[in-house]
């Protein structure tokens, strides 16, 4: 099945480590086979990664960009997801990383992207928890707001 992307003039992608920038046009772009395709609004450099759930994305990102060393990313990412998990009590979020740990182990890494992304939002809301404020990102997740 064909991949169809869709790119701003300037935009940025990676396919397979390589860095490709569209040129000054919209563009389309037909994949014909499987390859592992980044866009710039998905690639996280490595000193964005400051977070637990931004630690675990970039783990996840590397091992989909880098196959070669995948158990060392796979290591990084086990290390930072047991981490993570031990840190919250959320069964919505953790549903996430269940599943996101599965996409990882079946070497389903952009689905595991894409599934890390939702824990950015819970991990937001708790970085700037106020009492009794729950914002609508957070809801989708199952946080309850305190009082």
Same mark, same amino acid.
């Given at each position: 099945?064909?991949?169809?992307?869709?790119?701003?003039?300037?935009?940025?992608?990676?396919?397979?480590?390589? +860095?490709?920038?569209?040129?000054?046009?919209?563009?389309?772009?037909?994949?014909?086979?499987? +390859?592992?395709?980044?866009?710039?609004?998905?690639?996280?450099?490595?000193? #964005?990664?400051?977070?637990? *759930?931004?630690?675990?994305?970039?783990?996840?990102?590397?091992?989909?960009?880098? !196959?070669?060393? /995948?158990?060392?990313?796979?290591?990084?990412? +086990?290390?930072?997801?047991?981490?993570?998990?031990?840190?919250?009590?959320? !069964?919505?979020?953790?549903? /996430?990383?269940?599943?996101?740990?599965?996409?990882?182990? *079946?070497?389903?890494?952009?689905?595991?992207?894409?599934?890390?992304?939702?824990?950015? &939002?819970?991990? #937001?809301?708790?970085?700037?928890? +106020? !009492?009794?404020?729950?914002?609508?990102?957070?809801?989708?997740?199952?946080? &309850?707001?305190?009082?």
């Amino acid at each position: 099945m064909a991949l169809k992307v869709s790119l701003k003039p300037g935009e940025q992608f990676i396919v397979n480590g390589a +860095v490709i920038a569209n040129g000054d046009r919209r563009t389309s772009l037909v994949i014909q086979n499987k +390859v592992s395709l980044l866009r710039e609004r998905d690639i996280l450099q490595q000193n #964005e990664a400051k977070t637990p *759930a931004k630690l675990v994305y970039f783990a996840i990102m590397m091992a989909y960009l880098d !196959p070669d060393n /995948h158990q060392t990313y796979y290591d990084e990412f +086990v290390l930072r997801m047991t981490e993570f998990m031990n840190a919250i009590e959320n !069964p919505t979020v953790l549903t /996430h990383c269940v599943a996101i740990s599965g996409d990882m182990m *079946a070497r389903n890494y952009y689905r595991g992207l894409t599934t890390c992304r939702k824990l950015f &939002a819970y991990e #937001e809301e708790l970085l700037n928890y +106020v !009492p009794g404020q729950v914002s609508a990102d957070a809801n989708d997740l199952g946080v &309850a707001a305190a009082d």
